[in-house]
Nanobody
Framework: QVQLAESGGGLVQAGGSLRLSCAAS????????IAWFRQCPGKEREFVAA?????????DYANSVKGRFTISRDNAKNTVYLQMNSLKPEDTGVYYC???????????????WGQGTQVTVSS
């Protein structure tokens, strides 16, 4: 079992940057794929980025964030990061990290979830 806790959200101006962290409990963290999803106001939860359990720097991204967001993981610290650059107002939402042995861009595939962290980008 894995417990996840996100941090690093906040208020930032458009064009700014934030780095989200997802700290995981459990000694088997490296056995899990980790993904970031977000729920923007009035929208369904959507995929942002994912990284399989074998990688620490290569991830898959939604088209809307490709080239601006970077996912990475530090297995020694049991932590996954989402570096978000060139933020836009439409990036505003609650960001969740999720874990499952197998990477996917579908939220229903993930068994473990954090509570979420709010990101607000002002124009």
């Amino acid at each position: 079992q894995v417990q996840l806790a996100e941090s690093g959200g906040g208020l930032v101006q458009a064009g700014g940057s934030l780095r989200l962290s997802c700290a995981a409990s459990g000694r088997t963290f490296s056995s899990y794929a980790i993904a970031w999803f977000r729920q923007c106001p009035g929208k369904e939860r959507e995929f942002v980025a994912a990284m399989n359990r074998w990688s620490t720097s290569n991830g898959d991204y939604a088209n809307s964030v490709k080239g601006r967001f970077t996912i990475s993981r530090d297995n020694a610290k049991n932590t996954v990061y989402l570096q978000m650059n060139s933020l836009k107002p439409e990036d505003t939402g609650v960001y969740y990290c999720a874990a499952d042995p197998r990477a996917s861009d579908r939220d229903l595939e993930y068994k473990y979830w954090g509570q979420g962290t709010q990101v607000t980008v002002s124009s």
